[in-house]
T-cell receptor, first 112, second 111 residues
Framework: ETGVTQSPTHLIKTRGQQVTLRCSSQ?????VSWYQQALGQGPQFIFQ???????GRGNFPPRFSGLQFPNYSSELNVNALELDDSALYLC???????????FGPGTRLLVL | RKEVEQDPGPFNVPEGATVAFNCTYS??????FFWYRQDCRKEPKLLMS???SGNEDGRFTAQLNRASQYISLLIRDSKLSDSATYLC????????????FGTGTSLTVIP
């Protein structure tokens, strides 16, 4: 059984650029949630995708968007990057919307 | 007010000690509760779910107090490998699918 994978592992961008982060869910999981974790903080919920539809969103602006594909993998897109977007971006998959979430290793994004 | 609040610590305890962490949550209608463990520069990993009746997994015991809206984690006979940040997690009471994480409690077990 393959766990949750994310790519890339690290990324450096400049302000104003756009970034796409990718996540493959664990086998058998149909739900993907994305989180942002700033240094010294707990993960903050960005949004969740269930059966290719956004299924809940945290307090993040519209420049944070996502997709889920038929194979349940997912992308997080961030437009017009700001310095404060520098963080660890975590993807978590689950067998359902309210079930236990299993995390991937994350993507570390640095915005200069 | 934050959805989930934890004492950030740090907790520094000797090997073999018993240590307890508490976490409070703001919404009385929350239904799912978890403890996750996060090692430095790694992803959070599920330690245990927390059930209404309390539950135990080896040296770890989790308790839920709905009346006071807090969750606890007890670690007995601490090992060096228990050193990590422990995150308290509560689901959103309305949608159920949004998970709220505390800021984490840092534990260092000292030889």
């Amino acid at each position: 059984e393959t766990g949750v994978t994310q790519s890339p592992t690290h990324l450096i961008k400049t302000r104003g650029q756009q970034v796409t982060l990718r996540c493959s869910s664990q086998s058998g999981h149909n739900t993907v949630s994305w989180y942002q974790q700033a240094l010294g903080q707990g993960p903050q919920f960005i949004f969740q995708y269930y059966r290719e539809e956004e299924n809940g969103r945290g307090n993040f602006p519209p420049r944070f968007s996502g997709l889920q594909f038929p194979n349940y993998s997912s992308e997080l897109n961030v437009n017009a990057l700001e310095l404060d977007d520098s963080a660890l971006y975590l993807c978590a998959s689950s067998v359902g919307q309210q079930e236990t979430q299993y995390f991937g290793p994350g993507t570390r994004l640095l915005v200069l | 007010r934050k959805e989930v609040e934890q004492d950030p610590g740090p907790f520094n305890v000797p090997e073999g000690a018993t240590v307890a962490f508490n976490c409070t949550y703001s919404n009385s209608a929350s239904q799912s509760f978890f403890w996750y463990r996060q090692d430095c520069r790694k992803e959070p990993k599920l330690l245990m779910s927390v059930y209404s009746s309390g539950n135990e997994d080896g040296r770890f015991t989790a308790q839920l107090n709905r009346a006071s809206q807090y969750i606890s984690l007890l670690i007995r006979d601490s090992k060096l490998s228990d050193s990590a940040t422990y995150l308290c997690v509560v689901n959103d009471a309305i949608t159920g699918n949004q998970f709220y994480f505390g800021t984490g409690t840092s534990l260092t077990v000292i030889p």
